[in-house]
């Protein structure tokens, strides 16, 4: 009767506690993700469009292919693709899970094994970078004028995400794509439930002087900047 008694209150005792982590967790995420940084004007000449995109969950970064400053297309390779089109002019970049981008092309198709790795941190991280040849700006859509210093700063935030070969070349990872225009490398990090797929795009745009959350692993805790 007593281990009857001590098991009924140990696992008491711990649906509490992921009770109340639950609730801090919700609420940091939902206080610190209004909390903007970066929120003053940058007095440098806006002239180097790029865009935040959202398919309702994860945050990409989209920017030129080529321009004065960084041409991608040397590094991110069209022939890596499944259309090999040389004519995009957008290249999105997207940090995940490696496991969730490879493993999990539909909802459905979500393994409890890879849920629980990635919200451990227990997987390796990918990239998955998609070229668009236009981009449309709408409500999961924003367009984005930045100065060519700090876009510097973001090509180099999004370069350091990349593990390299000897080349110094992005890890070019041989899978199955979502479509004819995007293609998968490996990264750098690991994704856990503190640091998601969003919370490096909204790194990305804190190391590139814009507006961006205090905090963030969700879309919406970047976008609300941006209304």
């Not at 992921?18 to 003053?40: D, G, M, P």
């Not at 999990?104 to 409890?112: G, N």
């Not at 990239?127 to 409500?139: D, L, P, R």
């Amino acid at each position: 009767m007593k281990t009857i008694k001590k098991s009924l209150k140990f696992i008491g005792k711990s649906f509490l506690g992921i009770l109340i982590f639950l609730i801090v967790y919700v609420l940091a995420a939902f206080i610190l993700s209004k909390i903007t940084v970066n929120s003053e004007s940058d007095q440098q000449a806006q002239e180097v469009p790029i865009y935040i995109r959202t398919n309702g969950v994860h945050t990409d970064i989209v920017v030129p292919v080529k321009n004065s400053i960084k041409d991608w297309s040397q590094q991110i390779k069209f022939e890596n693709t499944q259309s090999k089109d040389t004519m995009a002019q957008y290249l999105a970049f997207g940090w995940g899970d490696k496991g969730f981008y490879l493993d999990t092309p539909e909802w459905s198709d979500l393994k409890a094994s890879t849920a629980f790795n990635a919200a451990f941190g227990l997987g390796n991280s990918a990239m998955h970078t998609t070229f668009y040849k236009s981009i449309n700006e709408n409500k999961d859509c924003v367009k984005v004028l930045i100065s060519q210093v700090n876009y510097q700063k973001l090509t180099d935030y999004i370069e350091s995400s990349f593990q390299l070969d000897a080349a110094q070349n992005p890890l070019f990872i041989t899978a199955t794509t979502y479509g004819k225009n995007d293609s998968f490398y490996e990264a750098y990090g690991k994704y856990n439930l503190f640091y998601t797929c969003n919370s490096l795009a909204n790194g990305a745009l804190k190391a590139s002087n814009q507006k961006a959350a205090f905090w963030t692993v969700t879309d919406t805790g970047i976008f609300c900047h941006y209304q």
